[in-house]
């Protein structure tokens, strides 16, 4: 995997921001003081005029925003995914959703792959925070393609969008003629008959990998990439678990309000299937080098393929 082309989907959105400025010319961006670290740096050099850093205050940044949105303006507020979504949720949801405005909310270090900077900072419950926003669509790309697809497709929706965006490179798997980005829409990369695996964000290069083993054992997996979180793709979550009977779900997520439940959800309504979630496991994370926290935590491809085995038992 060495040769393969890796790039963190925060600089995915750092250098989205600065494509998409001449298409959306009411695009501001803001920011709590940490451009260099969530990317939006690049657009501060590009469109100083645009750029709003905030300091260290993200719910008056929220605030700022929602005045912005109701002018006309299409704000993006970043910051860590801990403060963007966690320490921010109230004026979220009151500020914005509650209200639905026309805000973007990039949220980067996102997950156990925040690596050394520990369980404080790697925020493993923003997707079941804002999954229970009315009216808030979630997204969680899995690499640099899908990431700059994503924020041109969230100013072009209208309405509150979060995005959720990753501090370590890595691997661009959407390379291909063929891509399309649709929210809402899942993307089948594999096709299979005996188990459905559903993934978002980094898993979904570790559910390709699991695929790969699983068909080395005589298992035909088919592969789901599941990028918009809500809303969810019920047409096919629903049709490929039809077709399989069992499903496996993997995200760098709690297990608890993440992917995973957003699949048994629609699952459990219109067409009862044994799951099997793959994820955070009621606990906060540790201080270490991503790409072993990865491995401990189970999300590489060999986890993903060894839960799976055990699964389909």
Request: aromatic share 6%; with cysteine; charged share 25%.
């Amino acid at each position: 995997m060495a040769d393969v082309k890796k790039i963190a989907t925060r600089e995915s959105y750092g250098n989205a921001l600065v494509a998409c400025a001449e298409d959306f010319p009411d695009l501001v961006v803001l920011d709590a003081d940490l451009a260099g670290a969530t990317k939006t740096g690049t657009f501060q050099k590009a469109y100083p005029d645009r750029f709003i850093d905030c300091g260290i205050a993200e719910c008056n940044m929220t605030g700022i925003a929602a005045g912005l949105a109701t002018c006309g303006k299409i704000p993006f507020i970043s910051s860590f995914a801990m403060f963007a979504a966690g320490r921010n949720f109230e004026q979220v949801r009151n500020s914005i959703g509650y209200p639905h405005l026309n805000v973007k909310i990039g949220a980067t270090h996102a997950g156990i792959t925040v690596g050394e900077d520990g369980a404080t900072h790697q925020c493993n419950e923003d997707v079941a925070l804002m999954r229970t926003i009315p009216g808030m669509t979630v997204i969680v790309p899995s690499d640099d393609i899908e990431a700059k697809a994503a924020v041109r497709a969230a100013l072009e929706i209208e309405g509150p969008v979060y995005l959720r965006f990753g501090r370590a490179a890595v691997p661009v798997i959407n390379e291909r003629d063929d891509y399309k980005f649709e929210v809402g829409k899942g993307v089948l990369l594999r096709e299979g008959k005996d188990v459905t695996i559903i993934a978002s964000g980094i898993c979904v290069e570790s559910a390709l990998g699991a695929a790969e083993k699983l068909a080395a054992d005589g298992i035909d997996a088919e592969v789901i990439n599941i990028h918009t979180i809500k809303p969810l793709d019920e047409e096919l979550v629903l049709a490929s678990a039809k077709k399989t009977g069992k499903v496996v779900t993997v995200e760098e997520h709690s297990v608890i309000g993440g992917l995973g439940s957003a699949v048994c959800d629609v699952l459990s309504e219109k067409a009862p299937t044994k799951v099997c979630k793959i994820g955070v496991y009621d606990r906060f994370g540790e201080s270490g080098p991503a790409a072993a926290l990865v491995e401990k935590y189970g999300l590489d491809a060999q986890g993903v393929y060894a839960k799976t085995k055990e699964f389909l038992k």
